[in-house]
């Protein structure tokens, strides 16, 4: 039984749209198929029996195409095309969300 709902959530998680603007690290498929690895390995008789269900109508935008909306903009008023740029990595390093790696020299001589 686990091995089969494994495989059905690997089958789901697989068709999950990767995003060409964010890192692996920050990419919502990536992160989907490390958590199935996750909790297949650590959780495995703790998951509800409905799970699989979940996540296909999330995948297939059931709940989208059935309650659908008209907003143009997000809660700061940009447009899509502007969201993405400002959640990408440059847009991100920009307004200064992205950790700042410091090198050796840093560490020891900090500017005032």
């Known amino acids: 039984m686990s091995s089969h709902l494994y495989k059905r959530f690997v089958r789901l998680a697989a068709k999950w749209p990767h995003d060409k603007y964010k890192s692996a690290d920050r990419d919502l498929a990536v992160f989907m198929s490390d958590e199935i690895e996750r909790v297949f390995r650590v959780e495995r008789d703790q998951l509800p029996p409905d799970a699989t269900l979940c996540l296909k109508q999330i995948l297939m935008n059931t709940h989208r195409l059935n309650y659908p909306h008209s907003y143009k ?12 740029e400002a959640n990408s990595e440059e847009g991100r390093k920009t307004l200064g969300l992205l950790k700042q790696r ?10 005032k």
């Open 73 to 84: 903009s997000g809660v700061f008023g940009l447009n899509l095309q502007r969201l993405r």
């Open 102 to 111: 410091k090198s050796l020299v840093d560490l020891f001589f900090k500017p």
